[in-house]
């Protein structure tokens, strides 16, 4: 199981840093993450958040393969309705060139309307077109169809499918799927036999919601506004009133009275490491990652977060293999 880091780019108003420098310390953060022990990057996608989402994953992949040696570098995901295949594979494989070989490319089929408005896509047959995408990207990639082709063949290919059909299509594509539901396990097998390619080819990666800390109680009092923010934008995408002071309010009041805050576990390194075998136990399980920042987190949560994740808990999680 490889350990990894999840980056979303968010550089919200109110702890706004200049543009450029947040990506140059990004670069830097990664590079350093990788030194330490880090195994994986990952990279999501949306697009028209006010905070600057990270809307082209492809684009910041090439800059972090550049600046690293060993580390994976994964898209989950990349929103396959609103791009040409051939796009895609292109572009995922000058980032597998520069790697040298490190490229993990994920697939999703979104879920904002808004996106799907400013794309021309059609939302209801997202899961369709994100099916063709996925199968023409494999062939484009497995086949020379694009010019120089990857490194890799064949480039390690995902699909972030939730829900139990989405599973089963994963399943039927022969992809990796990119969830930590155990529920979901079963109808992707399902699909893998369904597909022919058999139950062993069942491999599953995703993102936790850990922060590793050594004084969790102080550290999730200080996070409550970012997580907040983080919470909000997504609840407005989907049409929410909700606002950041809303939730905030909503947020402490929880963790003054139970002691914990829905969305967001804050733990000390033996206690992520339990948590992380807990939620992977029993799943074939190839890559775990954890948000990086939840937006615009205070820099010495981040880098104390990284420092503990990669050497201490991947340490305890390495001990148990």
């Not at 972090?64 to 995922?92: D, K, M, S, Y």
């Not at 400013?118 to 899961?127: P, T």
């Not at 155990?182 to 597909?195: I, K, S």
Request: proline content about 6%; charged content about 25%; overall charge negative.
């Amino acid at each position: 199981m490889k350990l990894g880091m999840f980056l979303d780019m968010r550089n919200p108003a109110p702890w706004r840093r200049p543009w450029a420098d947040h990506y140059r310390q990004t670069l830097d953060r990664v590079a350093w993450a990788e030194k330490l022990g880090a195994d994986s990057v990952w990279m999501t996608e949306h697009h028209f958040f006010d905070d600057g989402y990270l809307p082209q994953p492809l684009t910041l992949a090439a800059s972090i393969a550049a600046r690293t040696e060993r580390i994976r570098i994964g898209t989950a995901i990349l929103l396959a309705p609103h791009r040409h295949p051939i796009h895609i594979a292109e572009e995922a494989a000058l980032v597998d060139l520069i790697s040298n070989g490190r490229l993990e490319l994920g697939l999703g089929a979104g879920w904002s309307t808004d996106e799907f408005e400013a794309f021309g896509s059609d939302y209801g047959k997202r899961y369709t077109a994100t099916d063709s995408v996925f199968d023409t990207v494999r062939s484009l990639l497995s086949d020379g169809g694009v010019t120089p082709g990857p490194v890799q063949t064949p480039v390690p290919m995902w699909l972030g499918y939730q829900g139990p059909k989405g599973a089963m299509r994963a399943g039927r594509l022969g992809a990796g799927l990119l969830t930590l539901d155990p529920n979901l396990m079963a109808p992707y097998r399902a699909g893998l036999e369904e597909g022919g390619h058999g139950t062993d080819a069942a491999r599953t990666g995703g993102v936790l919601d850990i922060i590793v800390a050594d004084d969790p109680e102080s550290t999730v009092r200080r996070l409550i506004p970012h997580l907040a923010h983080q919470q909000a934008t997504y609840r407005r995408q989907r049409g929410s009133e909700c606002s950041a002071e809303d939730l905030e309010v909503e947020l402490t009041a929880a963790f003054d009275t139970g002691g914990s805050v829905p969305g967001l576990t804050v733990a000390t390194p033996s206690a992520a490491a339990a948590e992380i075998r807990r939620r992977t136990a029993d799943m074939p399980v190839e890559h775990v990652y954890l948000w990086a920042s939840l937006g615009g987190m205070p820099d010495d949560i981040v880098d104390r977060h990284l420092e503990l994740l990669f050497t201490v808990v991947r340490s305890e999680l390495a001990g148990d293999a």
